[in-house]
């Protein structure tokens, strides 16, 4: 990147606060990830543009 990029350091500690604290962070995970090189944007916003079959959706889905 060339610049500093803020939030760098912090994002593996905010990674293991949320998982200690069961905190389901999908798009800041893929910003960690990225910001580590283990991601390339592109991929990252499929993966987040993905539906996640839930048991609210499921529930809905069968219920029409």
């Known amino acids: 990147?060339?610049?500093?990029?803020?939030?760098?350091y912090?994002?593996?500690?905010?990674?293991?606060?949320?998982?200690?604290?069961?905190?389901?962070?999908?798009?800041?995970?893929?910003l960690n990830k990225i910001l580590q090189g283990k991601l390339d944007p592109t991929t990252a916003l499929h993966k987040l543009m993905k539906p996640v079959l839930t048991v609210e959706m499921e529930v809905s889905k069968?219920?029409?």
């Open 10 to 30: 912090t994002s593996n500690e905010i990674i293991q606060m949320s998982k200690q604290h069961h905190i389901h962070l999908p798009i800041f995970t893929c």
């Open 62 to 64: 069968n219920q029409y």
């Open 1 to 8: 990147i060339g610049e500093t990029v803020e939030g760098y």
